[in-house]
T-cell receptor
Framework: GAVVSQHPSRVICKSGTSVKIECRSLDFQATTMFWYRQFPKQSLMLMATSNEGSKATYEQGVEKDKFLINHASLTLSTLTVTSAHPEDSSFYICSARGDRALGLFFGEGSRLTVL | RKEVEQDPGPFNVPEGATVAFNCTYSNSASQSFFWYRQDCRKEPKLLMS???SGNEDGRFTAQLNRASQYISLLIRDSKLSDSATYLC??????????FGTGTLLAVQP
C-alpha cells in the first residue's frame, strides 16, 4: 500500500480562492518533504523543500507567499495555494524521505483546476 | 542547457522488442541517479536506482557513465504493461532531485 498519502486527489475551485493540499507519511516519520508541480507534458519541477519544525526552502521563481507550506509534524505537510488563478492549474505531488526510509516516496498527486 | 535531458519520444515498439532510453545530465557533481516510471495522471514510482557498476532487475538494465554524464535504461522483451513515461532523475549532495521531462514508451500488440 501507499506509504505517502496525498489529499485531495482532485480539486476544482474558483479563481481567487485558496486550496490546501495535505501530504501524510503513513508508516514512517518524514523529516523532509518535497512539493513538486507538473504541467502537462513537462517534467516534475521542485517547488520547495520543507523540514519539520522549520521554514520551507523555496526554489527560485516560486512565490513563498502564494504557496504556503507547513510541516508542523513528522507525518504531515500541507501546501496551500493562496488566491489561486487559472495558471496555477497543475498536478501537485508531494514526496517524503525519512531518516531511515529507503529512497523517496511519492504521494498520489493532486490535480488542481482553477476556473 | 537543461540539467537533465531526455528524448521525449514517443517510442512505439512492438511487444517483445528491446528498447533503450538515454539521459544526459549537466552537473558533474551529481551523486545519485534513478529511473522512475510514471503512468498517465499518476505519481512517479521508482523503477530502479542506477549504480556506476550497472545494475539489472529482470528485464530492466540501467547503466551510468560518469565520464560522459549519461544514464541509460534498457528494457528487454517489452510488455504491453511497460507502456508509460520513464523519468530520468538525478540527485546532488542534498535531497534535491532533478527530473527529466520523461520518455514516453508505447508498446504495441
Amino acid at each position: 500500500g501507499a506509504v505517502v498519502s496525498q489529499h485531495p486527489s482532485r480539486v476544482i475551485c474558483k479563481s481567487g480562492t485558496s486550496v490546501k493540499i495535505e501530504c501524510r507519511s503513513l508508516d514512517f516519520q518524514a523529516t523532509t518533504m518535497f512539493w513538486y508541480r507538473q504541467f502537462p507534458k513537462q517534467s516534475l519541477m521542485l517547488m520547495a523543500t520543507s523540514n519539520e519544525g522549520s521554514k520551507a526552502t523555496y526554489e527560485q521563481g516560486v512565490e513563498k507567499d502564494k504557496f504556503l507550506i507547513n510541516h508542523a509534524s513528522l507525518t504531515l505537510s500541507t501546501l496551500t495555494v493562496t488566491s489561486a488563478h487559472p495558471e496555477d492549474s497543475s498536478f501537485y505531488i508531494c514526496s517524503a524521505r525519512g531518516d531511515r526510509a529507503l529512497g523517496l516516496f511519492f504521494g498520489e498527486g493532486s490535480r488542481l483546476t482553477v476556473l | 542547457r537543461k540539467e537533465v535531458e531526455q528524448d521525449p519520444g514517443p517510442f512505439n515498439v512492438p511487444e517483445g522488442a528491446t528498447v533503450a532510453f538515454n539521459c544526459t545530465y549537466s552537473n558533474s557533481a551529481s551523486q545519485s541517479f534513478f529511473w522512475y516510471r510514471q503512468d498517465c495522471r499518476k505519481e512517479p514510482k521508482l523503477l530502479m536506482s542506477v549504480y556506476s557498476s550497472g545494475n539489472e532487475d529482470g528485464r530492466f538494465t540501467a547503466q551510468l557513465n560518469r565520464a560522459s554524464q549519461y544514464i541509460s535504461l534498457l528494457i528487454r522483451d517489452s510488455k504491453l504493461s511497460d507502456s508509460a513515461t520513464y523519468l530520468c532523475v538525478v540527485g546532488g549532495a542534498t535531497n534535491k532531485l532533478i527530473f527529466g521531462t520523461g520518455t514516453l514508451l508505447a508498446v504495441q500488440p
